[in-house]
C-alpha cells in the first residue's frame, strides 16, 4: 500500500516571515496528519529553507529545495549542491521541474544527473515529467513521458529506486487553473507505472509513488487522489494559504 504524498512547490513566492507562517499555519493545521498517515513536504525559495526548516521542527513534514545542482562543490556560481540542502535540513530536492527544463531550458540529460545527485548526496528527489499542450495535441503524451522517465531514471537502480518519486505535471495544467481531469490523469499514471515495470520490475512499479501536479485544489484533491496510479499531489499555487493547503492534506487521509 503506498502512502499518500503531498507536497507544495512554493515557486518564487514568499517572504521571511510570510513563508515561516505559513509552513508553521499548515504543520498546526494538520497536527497528527501531516507526516504520519500522510508524507508532506514544503519546497520553499533557497533562502528561506533554513526559517521554514525551523518553523516545522516539531512536525514531521519534510523539507526540500527546488532545484540542485549535481557537482560536490567548487566555481558553479549560483547552485546549490546536495550537501548544502542537507546540511540545513533538507530531505527531498525536486529534479526537472517544467520551469525548469522549459523557462530555464533543462535538459533530460541535465535532470538525470540531478537526480543521481540527490539519492547520492541522501536526498529524495521528486523527477517532474509531462507534456505540453502542442505535444498533447499532437498524441505525443506517451512518447514524451517515456522519454523524460527513462532519461531522468538513466542508471539509477532498483534499490536506489526506493528514493524516488514521480510527479506528472501536464505543463498545460500548471498555473492554468485548467486541471487534467482525473481519467487523463489516471491514464498518464498507469502508463508511468508500466514503464516502471518494465524498466526494472511489477513489484518495484507498485512501490514507487507517483504524484499529480496542475492546478490541483482543495475541491479536486479527493477525487484525482481517488485514481488507482494517483498517490499525492505536487500543488503550487494552492500550496501558499494555509487553509487550502491543510484542506488538500486532509483530503489525502
Ligand atoms: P499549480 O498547482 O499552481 O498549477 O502548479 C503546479 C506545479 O507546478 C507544482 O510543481
Redesign the pocket.
Known sequence: MRKAFIAG?WKMNTDASGGAALAKGIAEATDGIAGESVDVAFFPPFVYLQSVVSAVSSSSIGIGGQDIYFEEKGAFTGEISAAMLKDVGCVYALCG??ERRHVIGESDELVNKKVLASISGGLMPILCVGELIEERKAEKTEEVVERQVRAGLKDVSAEKMAAVTVAY?PVW???TGLTATPDQAQEVHAFIRNLLADMYDAKLAEEVRIQY????KADNAAELMGQKDIDGL?????SLKVEDFAAIIKAAV
Open positions: 512547490n521541474h517544467s505535471e495544467a500548471i498555473g501536479g496542475g492546478s490541483a505536487l500543488v503550487g499555487g494552492a
